[in-house]
């Protein structure tokens, strides 16, 4: 079992059968678990066994299963689930942070993920934010004293790949902790953890489920840093994945693989069907030669992922338009899924970041987020054509 391949370890890791045998992962919609005498009890509050739970908050057979087929993909020891994937960038930065402490951010980062970081310097923790793509940046931001780094390893929306391995060396030299929220990236033949990630997040709302059902999220590390730092705030604070979303997720785990890689070779396709195409003024894909970041790419992913960032040299106006002319793609915020989704981030998923804030990050009044379902990539490009062509 240690040497299986991920996609091994996808479709058996972390099975924990019932008395029954079945074959088809359960789901333990319980919250409590029942006791065989009063001394089993005492005995399970002081240390519980790897099959035995107390309370749903502190962990369910279901969502351990999920917890540990994740964690075998990724290659951690460990994995502790959440909520959403918020609710784990946010127990994460809790757990690792005291007042004082110094954390070392880039800046392109989900909205979310900065309102938690404005957060934190309330309670006098300092937050320094860099330009994630410029080694410079992290050289000079790096020093002694910063006690956590946080990154994504592809920025939403713009698509800037961050390398891992070049920042992760910056921060182990002066002991912080490296936090990589992989959700864009997917642990699909791009492990954070092995190109030197400490702690990896994901959002499994995204690619795990796969079909916009339902939210998810989960830490992976250390046995030390789960068990040691998360565990203990997350169990008490409550944000604990429903064992039903944990089944969705472990089952989407089974085919993960296969959906993502089939999703980034359509991507890729469509990428290269509309490169040079008048319309754009850019067209960002991290699987093509021209993307400013392809060496990272190359080195810490073996395919370009699952999005595209289209930005229209008509501005809004031509935005809206594509969208409007699109058939299959659904006007949408989520990504990962089944179905193609577009997004006009400036109007929606950014709309309140500020004007000069949007300029530094790219997100310009044409820019479009395609995220690449499962349909026929020939429909796909087709369809982008004839909506390029209506504007
Ligand atoms: C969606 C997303 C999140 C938040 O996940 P939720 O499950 O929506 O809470 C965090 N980081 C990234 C990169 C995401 O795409």
Not at 294 to 299: E, G
Request: a negative charge; hydrophobic letters at 45%; one cysteine or more.
């Amino acid at each position: 079992m240690d040497d299986w391949k991920p996609r091994t370890r996808a479709a058996h890791g972390g099975t924990r059968r019932s008395q029954y045998g079945e074959v088809s992962e359960a789901i333990f919609l319980t919250q409590g678990f029942v006791y065989d005498s009063a001394e089993q009890a005492e005995a399970r509050f002081l240390e519980s066994g790897p099959d035995e739970f107390i309370y749903a908050r502190y962990g369910n057979p279901t969502v351990r299963m999920f917890e540990e087929r994740l964690a075998g993909i990724e290659g951690t020891e460990d994995g502790f689930a959440a909520a959403s994937g918020m609710a784990a960038v946010n127990a994460v930065l809790m757990a690792a942070t005291r007042p004082g402490d110094r954390i070392v951010a880039a800046r392109a980062l989900f909205g979310s993920c900065l309102y938690i970081l404005e957060w934190l310097r309330g309670f006098g923790v300092e937050v320094v934010l860099v330009d994630g793509t410029s080694a410079e940046d992290w050289r000079a931001a790096l020093t002694e004293g910063t006690s956590l780094v946080f990154l994504e390893t592809i920025a939403n929306p713009t698509l800037e790949v961050i390398d891992i391995a070049l920042v992760a060396e910056l921060a182990h030299a002066v002991g912080a902790l490296l936090v990589v929220d992989n959700t864009f990236a997917t642990p699909v033949g791009a492990s954070a953890a092995a190109a030197g990630a400490d702690v990896v997040i994901y959002s499994s709302t995204k690619h795990i489920d796969g079909g916009g059902r339902g939210l998810g999220g989960v830490v992976l590390g250390s046995e030390d840093f789960i068990r040691g730092t998360y565990e203990p705030y997350a169990k008490h604070t409550g944000a604990a994945l429903s064992p039903f979303n944990a089944w969705m997720h472990l089952k989407g785990l089974e085919t993960l693989d296969l959906r993502v890689r089939a999703m980034a070779e359509s991507a890729s396709r469509i990428a290269d069907a509309l490169a040079g195409h008048g319309a754009f003024a850019r067209m960002i894909y991290p699987g093509r030669a021209d993307h400013p970041q392809h060496a990272a790419v190359a080195r810490q992913m073996d395919h370009g992922g699952t999005m595209l960032a289209l930005d229209l040299a008509g501005g809004k106006a031509a935005a809206f338009r594509f969208l409007d002319a699109l058939h299959i793609p659904v006007i949408s915020n989520n990504l990962g899924d089944a179905k193609s989704i577009v997004t006009h981030p400036a109007t929606t998923t950014h709309q309140r970041l500020p004007d000069e804030q949007k300029q530094l990050l790219g997100i310009t009044p044409g820019l479009v987020r395609l995220s690449v379902g499962l349909e026929d990539s020939d429909d796909l490009i087709a369809d982008i054509e004839a909506a390029l062509a209506v504007i």
